[in-house]
């Protein structure tokens, strides 16, 4: 069934690019789409991104932008990770609460400058939030989603792709920071960060009518390179221990529950939104938490809905994502268990979508081979 595509679910600059290479499905990610396949089975995705170099249209990250005198006081209420030490050209991974300490976002926030901050979203509407805020506090900040559309290159060979087209210098970005690098006389944000563990690049262009040429740029650098068009692959994500707002958490999860606490600085005087309520949790202990699953089987289906997790008849959890990988010759998933049941090595029964019950082990994230 072909998506029909509106001003409600926006096209990117990148989706003629994507449609001529074969694009095989979309999804909606903050009413942008994102493509999710192309024609390839997902583990032969799953080896060619962790042998070789993908150029991945995430024009759905869509930015929140704080731009003002109070924005570093704006984006410091949005969240418990402490940003009074960021520098300008650095990325930071922060959980968004709200004053309940309810996940509404897990965002990176790129700080551009002390008065400007980009916060690169995944799916929920933190642009009304964040002016919400503004608003209702009288804060001095203009808050605005920008013309950005972000495209990312990941795989090991990507540093010498994006070299080819931004400079020898992007070799030189650490991990989690960006750099203004030069394409045809336009300056753009190319930071070392992106949604795998392969390595690579997330190219912030903010302009759309220079995605398509950005685009072929890297298409054209990269012809020897075993370039493909991809996406973030599930395989490699559950692998990898990377969450996905809306599957693994909601707002009914906190950042502890998600396994977010190192970016949670409680004791550090924050004037944060939830502070408090983050603080009561922590002294209560948190009662569920999100770690990695290997369970047995024939490739189970997708995961649409929870998957209930027992010990001898209890449910201690459930399933969030799932998905045969070709690396254990198992299935992996991620899954939220209870207290108490969430230690590696835990074995648990696990409800699969095509009924049946299979056995299962709880493992630590990133999953290591065993």
Same mark, same amino acid.
């Given at each position: 069934?072909?998506?029909?595509?509106?001003?409600?679910?926006?096209?990117?600059?990148?989706? !003629?690019?994507? *449609?001529?290479?074969?694009?095989?499905?979309?999804?909606?990610?903050?009413? &942008?789409?994102?493509?999710?396949?192309?024609?390839?089975?997902?583990?032969?995705?799953?080896?060619?991104?962790?042998?070789?170099?993908?150029?991945?249209?995430?024009?759905?990250?869509?930015?929140? *932008?704080?731009?003002?005198?109070?924005?570093?006081?704006?984006?410091?209420?949005?969240?418990?990770?402490?940003?009074?030490?960021?520098?300008?050209?650095?990325?930071?991974?922060?959980?968004? /609460?709200?004053?309940?300490?309810?996940?509404?976002? %897990?965002?990176?926030?790129?700080?551009?400058?002390?008065?400007?901050?980009?916060?690169?979203?995944?799916?929920?509407?933190?642009?009304?939030?964040?002016?919400?805020?503004?608003?209702?506090?009288?804060?001095?900040?203009?808050? %605005?989603?920008?013309?950005?559309? !972000?495209?990312?290159?990941?795989? !090991?060979?990507?540093?010498?792709?994006?070299?080819?087209?931004?400079?020898?210098?992007?070799?030189?970005?650490?991990?989690?920071?960006?750099?203004?690098?030069?394409? *045809?006389?336009?300056?753009?944000?190319?930071?070392?960060?992106?949604?795998?563990?392969?390595?690579?690049?997330?190219?912030?262009?903010?302009?759309?009518?220079?995605?398509?040429?950005?685009?072929?740029?890297?298409?054209?650098?990269?012809?020897?390179?075993?370039?493909?068009?991809?996406?973030?692959?599930?395989?490699?994500?559950?692998?990898?221990?990377?969450?996905?707002?809306?599957?693994?958490? &909601?707002?009914?999860?906190?950042?502890?529950?998600?396994?977010?606490?190192?970016?949670?600085?409680?004791?550090?005087?924050?004037?944060?939104?939830?502070?408090?309520?983050?603080?009561? /949790?922590?002294?209560?202990?948190?009662?569920?938490?999100?770690?990695?699953?290997?369970?047995?089987?024939?490739?189970?289906?997708?995961?649409?809905?929870?998957?209930?997790?027992?010990?001898?008849?209890?449910?201690?959890?459930?399933? &969030?994502?799932?998905?045969?990988? !070709?690396?254990? *010759?198992?299935?992996?998933?991620?899954?939220?268990?209870?207290?108490?049941?969430?230690?590696?090595? &835990?074995?648990?029964?696990?409800?699969?979508?095509?009924?049946?019950?299979?056995?299962?082990?709880?493992?630590?994230?990133?999953?290591?081979?065993?």
């Amino acid at each position: 069934m072909k998506l029909q595509v509106s001003r409600r679910q926006r096209a990117t600059p990148y989706t !003629p690019r994507v *449609e001529a290479l074969g694009v095989s499905g979309f999804s909606v990610v903050n009413h &942008t789409i994102l493509p999710k396949g192309f024609g390839r089975p997902v583990a032969e995705d799953y080896w060619h991104l962790k042998s070789h170099v993908q150029l991945w249209d995430v024009g759905c990250q869509r930015q929140v *932008e704080l731009h003002g005198p109070d924005a570093e006081r704006l984006v410091q209420l949005m969240t418990p990770r402490d940003l009074r030490r960021a520098q300008a050209g650095q990325c930071l991974y922060a959980p968004i /609460i709200d004053d309940e300490a309810g996940m509404l976002n %897990d965002p990176i926030i790129l700080k551009l400058a002390d008065d400007r901050f980009w916060l690169s979203i995944s799916d929920s509407d933190l642009l009304l939030w964040a002016k919400g805020l503004a608003l209702g506090m009288g804060l001095e900040v203009d808050v %605005d989603e920008p013309d950005v559309w !972000p495209l990312a290159v990941q795989g !090991p060979s990507s540093d010498d792709l994006v070299a080819r087209v931004f400079g020898e210098q992007v070799r030189d970005i650490r991990f989690f920071r960006f750099e203004r690098c030069q394409f *045809e006389g336009h300056p753009l944000v190319v930071a070392r960060s992106g949604f795998s563990r392969q390595g690579g690049f997330e190219i912030y262009v903010d302009d759309f009518t220079l995605g398509a040429d950005v685009w072929d740029a890297l298409w054209q650098a990269g012809e020897d390179l075993e370039l493909a068009a991809g996406c973030p692959n599930l395989i490699e994500r559950i692998e990898g221990g990377l969450l996905s707002y809306g599957n693994e958490m &909601t707002r009914q999860n906190n950042p502890f529950e998600c396994g977010l606490a190192k970016y949670c600085q409680l004791d550090s005087g924050l004037d944060s939104i939830g502070m408090k309520a983050l603080t009561a /949790i922590a002294k209560r202990g948190h009662a569920r938490e999100i770690r990695g699953l290997i369970f047995d089987g024939d490739s189970c289906p997708a995961c649409q809905q929870p998957w209930s997790l027992t010990i001898e008849e209890r449910q201690v959890g459930y399933v &969030t994502s799932a998905i045969w990988s !070709p690396r254990f *010759e198992k299935n992996v998933a991620l899954a939220m268990l209870e207290r108490g049941f969430w230690q590696a090595g &835990t074995a648990v029964d696990v409800a699969c979508g095509d009924g049946s019950l299979r056995a299962g082990i709880v493992t630590d994230l990133p999953m290591e081979d065993g």
